[in-house]
């Protein structure tokens, strides 16, 4: 059995690329032929994927602000919050952006620099 | 034990303005940059300590001859109700001030250690979903983004280097791997813990010259030895060619590609201060007061790489270390020496 963080890989990635809200059984059924596609031993365990196994990774989703649960209906359908694009986005902002603790969590190669400077060093790089 | 408390305060008073300034203005510690860490941690370590020191050694001046002695004195009356009269005012203002600082200090370490962690697990969580694992390298992931940009997020066993499509593309192996060798550096030498204890400095004491300066030297010297690492493996070349590509953005990448056809030989001959006078030394040495933190960093690092002096010789550097060593003796020493000769 994958593990619940390949799981959630799994599951975003299907909610991504499927655009639309799923219930967590189409969400497994999706799983086990994605699994099996690949043709190898972990796909013969991919059938075995519970439901249950499915909603705890959703629940966790939910909790890390990734997935949200259209409620009201039953069972409930499961959507990813903002699309993979904008995520990548949020975390390059983070990466790139001037939060004055930015430079504690991370460390970046280079740090910002300004136009004139990067002017000078593209400069630079057509001299080398 | 009156007179110990003025040293301290002079002691205090001096590692927190004219020394920093001194030291920030210097142009060797890029040469030694180790030892220049080791004498920013004893001035910000002897400064937190000098100022405390003052105010308690202050405070407890009139019931005992020394710090045991007084701290005994105190805990007599705030546990068995000793009586308080020998305290006036200003003594019990000393000790407030300094019992309020030493909490504050340890507070703000403690809450800047929880935001960074919280900020970190954050982003490896989003990673673990966004980013693929690496072919080239162990415990480094690529996410697809078209600057070229390349961090690492510290976390023990979870540490991670992160690389975008942008810079794979723009760089040629060597300068990634220069790129790589850089950022583990940074994993390998715990830099984070440092940026964690000066960016916590500098949040608690935010109007102390001190402790901004001493933040910017520790984020540039961290970045030297970090090149120092890099340039064991890798030609000094490269490491400059990849830190232009990645510095001049998302266009970086065309350059890149225009000028990968050139050969070594050309790159060896544009790391030699000599190759192209002027040009890039005019542009380079400019920090201004405009010019942010990190950019001057990035300046600074260059502008090392291009004309590189010799290491400092082993003498001063024993001399800095020596220095540093007593900086965080003194204020120990005023503080307990006289309780044990007394």
Redesign the interface.
Known sequence: MASL?EL??AV?DLLWAGHEAATANTLRDRLATTTEAKGDAAGHEGKELAVTTVLTVLSRLEK?G?VERERGMRPHRYQAVSS?ED??A???H???G?AP?R????????????D????????????? | MFWTSYLLAVLAIVLAWPVPILLSRASWPARSPFTAMLLWQAIALAGGLSMIGAMLVYGLEPIGDNLISGLRGLADMVLFNAPTTALGFWHLFALSAAALLTAHLVFTLLLTYYKIERQRRRHRELLALLAAPSVDAARTVVISHDSPVAYCLPGGARSVTVLSDGLMAALEPAELRAVLSHENAHLNQRHHLLLWAFAAWRQALPWLPTTRLAQEAVNSLIEMLADDVALKTESKATLIKAIAIVASGPTGGMAGGMTAGMGAGSMAAAAMPSAHPGLALDGLEAPTGAVSGSARTTISRVSRLLSPEPQLPAAARGLVLAGSALLLAVPTALLIVPGLLG
């Open positions: 963080g959630e890989r975003m890390k990734l993979r995520h990548t949020e975390l390059m983070e990466v790139l001037s603790d430079e504690a969590v991370l460390a970046r190669f280079i740090g910002s620099v300004t004139s400077e990067a002017e000078t060093l593209r400069k630079l790089l057509g001299h080398i």
